[in-house]
């Protein structure tokens, strides 16, 4: 059953609702070849909200929710507490890409479809953390390195060498050295200076 197929079915509520066994579910969910011809559809404009949305809401909805949970557990987003995968940007694009009056028009990506492109023009997203576009071998490479490095600062001599530099630096003595070794070396250069 294709998706051109699909918009032209009305979506029956009470499919849902039932409560039957699970395989008895898959079966009600599956289109059945005996099915009864359709009632024509309704006029947009006057019918009941119930009638729009059965009959031009949710088969054009329905598999782009479905694509959006295939592509969801592709992102292991019912793994994981956070993701980069963002539900209404993919729902975004495959609505547009997939609207009957864009049949012939080439695939178009979220960040360039024009009205995302205008939105996000005056209200700028905040970039997501590198963490979203980590692997899990280059997020597990760097945790190890950093518990690594904590281990090897947590050795004893490490300590002491850290707590040497750390006296070094408040008490100033190198920045003194330094400017010992300068003012020698200056005087050194006036000395020659003043011999020439």
Known sequence: MSW????????????????PATDAVVQQLLPTPEAAPLPEAPDPKTCSPQAYLEYYIFPVLLPGMTE???QAKKEKCFERKRTKFIACDF????LYNHNPRRKDESFTEFFSIPFVHDWL????RQPLPLSFFLSEEEASIIIQAFWRG?????????QELRQWQKQLRDEKIIFQRVE???ARQEAKASIQSGDL
């Open 4 to 19: 051109e197929a699909g918009m032209l079915q009305p979506f029956c509520t009470e499919q849902f609702y039932s409560s």
């Open 68 to 70: 959006l949970l295939h």
């Open 91 to 94: 729902l975004t694009e495959w």
């Open 121 to 124: 023009k005056n209200h700028p």
């Open 150 to 158: 904590y281990r090897v600062r947590c050795d004893r001599e490490v």
């Open 180 to 182: 010992e070794f300068w």
